[in-house]
């Protein structure tokens, strides 16, 4: 168990410190809604705790996404398999207004990490996530595009309601889908080159 003191530098608590707290704090009704020891929405946000981990847990989170694209890549129909990515991220969208709720804190704090699950499970849509060079490649770019969140990533982040937890790691997810792409072509090519010249 790490302390739950302020951050040395800023005086301030850390997001993980402060989620831990709170998910430990008594779980007494609160205008309707029970406190976040008893919130399934914080455990499910959390990925299962997972998100309390207080070095990088966005990295964490996003390795869970791993599973959820082997299982979303088992489905044999291609447009059934979007619809279950699609569900699975819709479904998230309350869960996390819940959670944010819940927790009382910022508007998407780092400690929800579903987004991230999510978000690997679509940068691997539709690859062979048989490959370990495809899913680590995937892996990476996801976490390149969601930390930089280049424009319009960090705009989107943005969007009220949860929507931006969920619609940033989305768009991000689709720059890693495509630069993915993009390199296996290159790659497929350049050993076909090879092969054709060797």
Same mark, same amino acid.
């Given at each position: 168990?790490?302390?739950?003191?302020?951050?040395?530098?800023?005086?301030?608590v850390?997001?993980?410190?402060?989620?831990?707290?709170?998910?430990?704090?008594?779980? @007494?009704?609160?205008?309707g809604? =029970?406190?976040?020891?008893?919130?399934?929405?914080?455990?499910?946000? @959390?990925a299962?705790?997972?998100?309390?981990?207080?070095f990088?847990?966005?990295?964490?989170?996003?390795?869970?996404?791993?599973?959820?694209a082997?299982?979303?890549?088992?489905?044999?129909?291609?447009?059934?398999?979007?619809?279950?990515?699609v569900?699975?991220?819709?479904?998230?969208?309350?869960?996390?207004?819940?959670?944010?709720?819940d927790?009382?804190?910022?508007?998407?704090?780092?400690?929800i990490? =579903?987004?991230?699950?999510?978000? @690997?499970?679509?940068t691997?849509?539709?690859?062979?996530? @048989?490959?370990?060079?495809?899913?680590i490649?995937?892996f990476?770019?996801f976490?390149?595009?969601?930390?930089?969140?280049?424009?319009? =990533?960090?705009?989107?982040?943005?969007?009220?309601?949860?929507?931006?937890?969920?619609?940033?790691?989305?768009?991000?997810?689709l720059?890693?889908n495509?630069?993915?792409?993009?390199?296996?072509?290159?790659?497929?090519?350049y050993?076909?080159?090879?092969?054709?010249?060797?």
């Amino acid at each position: 168990m790490f302390a739950l003191g302020a951050n040395d530098k800023t005086g301030q608590v850390s997001p993980q410190k402060h989620a831990y707290a709170a998910m430990n704090e008594p779980a @007494t009704p609160v205008d309707g809604h =029970v406190g976040p020891r008893r919130s399934a929405a914080v455990w499910f946000a @959390t990925a299962g705790g997972i998100g309390l981990i207080p070095f990088a847990p966005g990295t964490w989170g996003s390795i869970l996404g791993i599973p959820l694209a082997w299982g979303i890549a088992a489905v044999p129909n291609p447009w059934l398999a979007a619809a279950v990515l699609v569900g699975v991220a819709a479904v998230c969208v309350p869960i996390c207004v819940r959670a944010i709720r819940d927790l009382g804190g910022p508007h998407d704090p780092s400690c929800i990490v =579903v987004d991230e699950v999510v978000g @690997t499970a679509a940068t691997l849509f539709m690859f062979d996530v @048989t490959q370990p060079a495809t899913v680590i490649a995937g892996f990476l770019l996801f976490r390149l595009f969601d930390i930089t969140k280049p424009t319009p =990533v960090r705009e989107i982040e943005r969007l009220p309601h949860a929507w931006g937890v969920m619609a940033d790691d989305l768009l991000a997810a689709l720059y890693a889908n495509v630069s993915l792409r993009a390199l296996t072509f290159l790659a497929t090519w350049y050993f076909a080159s090879e092969a054709a010249t060797g």
